[in-house]
């Protein structure tokens, strides 16, 4: 079956960074995309970034230039460098995976960005 297991969140101060990082199972890694998207409180969830099977990338405008999607083959690891962070990005983060036609998330981590 499928897993989708995150890791990396914690508290940072402004300015502070942040990897976050995803290991996915029960699919080819290969041949699917993968994304990050955040919730915070009150807010719905948002897509963050995305990176699809030719390693192309896109990312929500607030975190342009500050956050870094990439993904390893060898190890079925997706990643979310996140630098410059600033008190708005708070939230619980999520990776997911689109694989026979089943949108599959993981647990989430906290990621709270405060002095």
């Known amino acids: 079956q499928v897993q989708l297991v995150e890791s990396g969140g914690g508290l940072v101060e402004p300015g502070g960074s942040l990897r976050l990082s995803c290991v996915a199972s029960?699919?080819?890694?290969?041949?699917?995309?993968m994304t990050w998207y955040r919730q915070a409180p009150g807010k719905e969830r948002e897509m963050v970034a995305t990176?699809?099977?030719?390693?192309?990338?896109r990312y929500t405008d607030a975190v342009k230039d500050r956050f870094t999607i990439s993904r390893d083959l060898d190890t079925g690891t997706a990643y979310l460098q996140m630098n410059n962070m600033k008190p708005e990005d708070t939230g619980v983060y999520y990776c997911?995976?689109?694989?026979?036609?089943?949108?599959?998330w993981g647990q989430g981590t906290q990621v709270t960005v405060s002095s």
């Open positions: 990176i699809g099977v030719t390693d192309a990338t």
């Open positions: 029960g699919f080819t890694f290969r041949d699917n995309g």
């Open positions: 997911s995976a689109f694989w026979s036609r089943t949108r599959y």
